[in-house]
């Protein structure tokens, strides 16, 4: 990093701060929304005649909706490991990653709660759930800790944000008015004096260290509502460590693709260097492996037994219907991606850019595979009912609805990128000062 | 005639035929009520007895169903003290003629192409004898739907009974996951009751009227043991197949012949679905053997 | 095997009636005809009550329909004695009690002919009762409990013992008759009694061990059905235990969660919106710190 050394604080308050869109952010916005609206609409035909708009019927009771939500919870946990693991190992390189794994976790499980909200029977009862909530459902925990989870995300992504906030309202950019008083009524509290930078430090010491179990408990708690159950393929006691280990690698593949991105956007090369990427890279071949590793767990040791119950189960995993799907998953989500980057190469940006999306991809369909195929080999046969509650394939109200939310969760990080600083400004000043003086 | 004088003998001899139970079982209906079940009119009326002498009865008795009383959604849960309802399912009579369940969805009002009640074609291994299996609402003592629940929707009564609440199920579906029978079914669009039924207020003992974005599932028809009767699908199977009791009586019936339970399901060897899974179900099986009819007669 | 023995007068009458109004709407693909279906039953409920209950179906092909909303009228021995005027229920069933003022009429006869018009049109003429009573005696012969049961006819004004009358012979339970017995049903001698050996011993009854006994003929040809009861302590005092339900577990509703499970949630919830709540006020103090 011997290129920030050379930078005044000026100059790095320059190359930070937010900039407006340019006709690529413009058209990328323009596409969201307009997903976003499609989205919307068919949720409005969902509201309107009931969850019949699915192609989830009695047997495939859970689809994508579910799936969906339990890829942004997976997501939305890369904040904790970034954010939290990284500062309390004083792990200083990830300093410019921070933000973009926070806000990534906020905008995440923010549809997380929202995608649930959704695949509701009934949306307009959602406060049952504090008048009649009942504790031994696993649903009220992760209703809990969802809620815990968001507001620490937002905590910890508030409180580094206030000295930056605080340069953003004294900057006399051109941009809207509404903008820099928006700016001020977050920020212009901040004085910098130590008493308030001790306080702050401090709190985000805390927040760090809680953040962590919290964040194991989200995921951990998603994983119970489906090993809770007695049905083959959720029936594990790996479940947990499985979902959040696979939960750890989705959220670095997402940070690989988002900061290739913003790197890109804003011309940040001297901030999110190759060295950034070339350490990213290794962190996301650990978390493969250790993806790996439980998904050996998970399949090998139920298809040594071959137990009646799991045997159909595993069968249209390994040679079935969605074995096209499953190898893809395996292939592209952790083996492909481990093969490229392992080698130095293979660490540099673009290639980079290209395995954070396989690892995201193929993630998001691995959420899918956890939970529909189990549905469709119920312990008794399927029998007395309509010939379409033996399959399923999303309606396209369903696909309008998840990429809506998949474009709103990217909406908010876009919006978020365009308002803040994604590179903590006084950070980079104050590491590069400490660098400078040592 | 002389009625006020032998208005006490009266009053003593209503009170006996009003406990009474199970007349004419052969009918489905039976013409008597308990009489606390019923919701008394208040209103008398007079009329000839055998013997030829005039007594009183309470104008709720002369409808053929008397009403029982509407039931507050509390009671509802708590469920009707001293009983713990049981099911035995004899599989050696079952044809699968699907008798049960054309009378479930009918009373329930279930929506159509979907069953409270299925029937499965059953054979264990390669070699095993195929059989047919109807299968209900097993209401499990140790419920794996109801643990799940999380606003308290579908909940577990003292008389056993596992039913749900329409009025605050969520619709998240937990429980249909949760339930290893597979015995749950969804409103995904509206359940197409007609309007006098969809205008009713709902209740957990009836399981009427379904509605949208909620869950459904057998009840094993507190309505009708509340007035001394069996469930539709036990009345209406023409086999025998279902029986029904009070684990608490220890006897089961299936409105023709009556048995002690404890030596029905003895002699019987009786036995319950996926024991391993330790969710205690309520409906006991017979095995398939000395059969009425082969599995070919039910395809 | 369920047999159902519907020694029920069946009277079909009137052949292709799309008459009425409500069967018109699903009178169904034409050509076949319906049948008007109407069933009787008598009902002597320990020698005291006793009603009618009139069921009217509809039978075509092999489906009967129920036919709700009719109005019969109800007779008894002639047109002259009205008995009820009767409108069926949605499950096409009614009930009629006998009135006091046919008093006369009732004690006139030892049997009786139910008669049932719809309008001038007579559906059923001869459904006929004989009076009968039912009673049950118990006993205890060389330590084994034993039920009687007797049945008698009115023949001349004067009781005499019905024999050949199919009973149940039992214990009251939900839905039927537990026999008391080995046998399914008894049938009664010349001298219109059965006598009952219990084989079933300590049947639960209810606290105090008392439990119901009862006699029952079902849809009788010649007296209808009876039913007569006596309640007795041959049961085992049964306390109901409610222990299973009040219980703590988890499947319990939400004011009977487990203690382990109350401490566990609230001491984390409690534990980390603490910290959340103080590290909010540390905010506060930054914001204070700034202002001054």
Not at chain 1, 130 to 156: C, E, H, N
Not at chain 1, 343 to 351: A, E, F, N
Not at chain 1, 396 to 410: F, Y
Not at chain 3, 98 to 124: C, M, N, R, Y
Request: glycine share 6%; charged share 20%.
């Amino acid at each position: 990093m011997e290129n920030i050394t050379t930078l005044t604080s000026e100059q790095i308050t320059k190359d930070l701060m937010p900039q407006q869109f340019g006709r690529n952010g413009k058209i990328w916005v323009a596409i969201l929304v307009l997903i976003c609206l499609i989205g919307a609409y068919a949720y409005y035909l969902q509201l309107k005649d009931g969850l019949i708009v699915t192609n989830m019927r009695d047997y495939v009771s859970w689809g994508i909706y579910i799936s969906n939500f339990v890829f942004f919870v997976a997501i939305s946990l890369v904040g904790s490991l970034i954010t939290a693991v990284f500062r309390l190992a004083n792990v200083e390189w990830s300093t410019p990653l921070t933000r973009i794994a926070e806000i990534i976790a906020v905008s995440a499980i923010t549809f997380a709660s929202l995608i649930i909200i959704v695949d509701m029977g009934r949306p307009e009862r959602l406060l049952n759930l504090f008048a009649y909530g009942r504790i031994q459902s696993p649903i009220m925990w992760d209703v809990i800790v969802i809620t815990t989870y968001l507001f620490i995300s937002i905590l910890l992504l508030y409180i580094p944000l206030l000295p930056d906030l605080k340069i953003m309202g004294e900057q006399d950019t051109k941009g809207p008015k509404w903008l820099k008083k928006f700016y001020r009524f977050l920020g212009s509290f901040w004085k910098g004096n130590p008493a308030q930078e001790k306080i702050s430090n401090k709190s985000i010491t805390i927040l760090c260290i809680l953040i962590i179990p919290v964040a194991f408990c989200i995921h951990t708690v998603t994983s119970w509502l489906f090993a809770t159950t007695y049905r083959p393929g959720w029936d594990s006691t790996n479940f947990g460590a499985y979902f959040i280990s696979g939960a750890f690698l989705v959220g670095a593949g997402a940070v690989v693709t988002a900061m290739f991105v913003v790197r890109k956007m804003y011309s940040l090369e001297k901030y999110i260097t190759e060295e950034h990427f070339d350490k990213m890279g290794k962190i996301v071949v650990l978390l493969a492996l250790l993806y790996l590793y439980f998904n050996v767990n998970e399949y090998l040791v139920p298809a040594f037994k071959m137990k009646k119950a799991e045997e159909g189960h595993l069968d249209e995993l390994f040679t079935g219907q969605f074995a096209p799907l499953f190898w893809f998953a395996i292939l592209v989500g952790m083996v492909i991606p481990i093969l490229v980057l392992v080698t130095k190469k293979g660490r540099k940006p673009l290639p980079m850019f290209i395995t954070g999306i396989m690892v995201v991809v193929g993630a998001w369909f691995k959420r899918y595979l956890i939970v529909t195929p189990t549905l469709l080999h119920p312990f008794l046969p399927m029998t007395n009912v309509p010939e379409n509650f033996k399959h399923y394939f999303p309606s396209w109200e369903e696909w309008a609805i998840a990429l809506g939310s998949l474009s709103g969760a990217l909406l908010i990080i876009t919006f978020f990128v365009r308002i803040f600083p994604i590179i903590p400004i006084q950070e980079t000043i104050t590491q590069q000062n400490e660098k400078a003086t040592s | 005639m002389n009625e006020h004088t032998s208005t006490s003998r009266r009053d003593f001899l209503l009170a006996g035929f009003a406990t009474a139970a199970a007349v004419g079982c052969s009918d489905s209906t039976n013409p008597f009520t308990p009489e606390m079940a019923v919701a008394p009119s208040g209103e008398k009326v007079k009329l000839l007895s055998v013997t030829g002498e005039i007594i009183e009865v309470d104008k709720a008795f002369l409808k053929p169903v008397p009403d029982v009383p509407q039931l507050s959604n509390a009671e509802e849960r708590k469920g009707i003290p001293g009983k713990k309802f049981v099911m035995v399912i004899d599989l050696a009579r079952c044809k699968n003629l699907r008798k049960c369940q054309s009378a479930c969805n009918h009373m329930h009002r279930v929506h159509s192409g979907q069953n409270w009640i299925k029937v499965l074609s059953m054979q264990d291994g390669e070699h095993t004898a195929p059989y047919w299996q109807p299968t209900t609402c097993m209401h499990c003592d140790e419920p794996p739907c109801v643990k799940v629940c999380p606003v308290d929707a579908t909940f577990k009564r003292q008389d056993g009974l596992v039913l749900i609440d329409s009025d605050r199920c969520i619709g998240c579906r937990f429980c249909m996951a949760a339930c290893p029978y597979s015995t749950r079914v969804f409103n995904w669009g509206d359940p197409g009751v007609t309007a006098d039924v969809a205008d009713q207020h709902y209740s957990c003992e009836t399981s009427m009227p379904q509605k949208k974005g909620t869950v459904g599932k057998c009840d094993f028809c507190p309505d009708m043991t509340r007035r001394n009767e069996l469930p539709h699908c036990v009345s209406a199977c023409p086999n025998g197949v279902f029986f029904f009791g009070d684990m608490n009586e220890d006897s089961v019936s299936n409105g023709a012949e009556t048995f002690r339970f404890s030596d029905l399901i003895k002699d019987k060897a009786g036995y319950r679905l996926m024991e391993d899974l330790g969710t205690k179900p309520s409906v006991y099986y017979l095995p398939p053997v000395n059969r009425n009819f082969p599995y070919e007669s039910g395809l | 095997m369920k047999k159902l023995h519907h020694n029920i007068l069946k009277l079909l009458v009137t052949l292709c009636c799309f008459a009425t109004a409500g069967q018109t709407a699903n009178a169904q693909s034409d050509s076949v005809p319906a049948t008007k279906i109407i069933r009787m039953h008598y009902y002597n409920v320990n020698n005291s009550m006793q009603y009618i209950l009139l069921e009217s179906q509809l039978k075509k092909e092999k489906t009967f329909t129920p036919q709700a909303n009719k109005t019969y009228n109800l007779y008894l021995d002639s047109a002259a004695n009205l008995v009820a005027m009767l409108k069926t229920d949605k499950d096409g069933k009614a009930k009629a009690f006998i009135p006091p003022t046919l008093k006369a009429a009732w004690e006139g006869s030892s049997q009786h002919t139910f008669i049932v018009k719809e309008g001038d049109e007579e559906l059923v003429s001869d459904y006929v009762i004989t009076k009968s009573k039912i009673d049950i005696d118990t006993a205890n012969e060389d330590g084994a409990r034993v039920i009687n049961v007797s049945v008698m006819k009115m023949d001349n004004n004067e009781w005499k013992p019905a024999a050949g009358v199919e009973l149940k012979v039992g214990f009251e339970r939900l839905g039927g008759i537990l026999s008391a017995g080995d046998e399914e049903t008894y049938t009664t001698d010349s001298t219109g009694t059965v006598k009952v050996t219990v084989t079933k011993d300590s049947l639960p009854g209810n606290e105090k061990g008392i439990i119901t006994i009862a006699a029952r003929a079902d849809d009788n040809e010649t007296f209808g059905n009876l039913l007569a009861e006596k309640n007795i302590s041959w049961g085992l005092p049964t306390e109901i235990n409610t222990h299973f339900f009040d219980q703590r577990a988890l499947w319990t509703t939400r004011f009977r969660t487990p203690i382990w499970l109350l401490a566990m949630a609230y001491s984390i919830v409690i534990g980390v919106w603490g910290t959340l709540i103080y590290l909010i006020f540390q905010v506060i103090k930054i914001r204070k710190l700034g202002r001054t």
